[in-house]
């Protein structure tokens, strides 16, 4: 089971560090990916990392702006957002990789809990 936290409000400009605890599988089997959906539009991807953190992936909207990491050690994914703007507000969503798809597709990433609200103020 998968629980994102670390929303919240943040002024434009600012920063936010979320985490994604997994605590119902063997977490350094899979890759983990964030994905958001703002209101009224369609979920997309964030950021993706590999099983060992080696590679990341990130979307354009974000790149330079958004850190992924995780700690295998403590079975977390995090997600350190720099230089927010008011089109990162959105629920932010972790999910785990399966299979030999794309790190980019949301097809790749299950299940998809509760996410966490971030709301960036102008």
């Known amino acids: 089971q998968l629980q994102a936290s670390g929303g919240g409000l943040v002024q434009a400009g600012g920063s936010l560090r979320l985490s994604c605890v997994d605590s119902g599988r063997t977490f350094s089997d899979n890759g983990m990916g964030w994905f958001r959906q703002a209101p009224g539009k369609e979920r997309e991807f964030v950021a993706s990392i590999g099983r060992n953190g080696r590679i990341k992936y990130y979307a354009d909207s974000v790149k330079g702006r958004f850190t992924i990491s995780r700690d295998n050690a403590v079975n977390t994914a995090y997600l350190q957002m720099s230089a927010l703007r008011s089109e990162d507000t959105a629920v932010y969503h972790c999910?785990?990789?399966?299979?030999?798809?794309?790190?980019?597709?949301?097809?790749?990433?299950?299940?998809w809990g509760q996410g966490t609200l971030v709301t960036v103020s102008s």
């Open positions: 999910a785990a990789k399966y299979g030999s798809g794309s790190y980019t597709s949301l097809d790749s990433f299950k299940p």
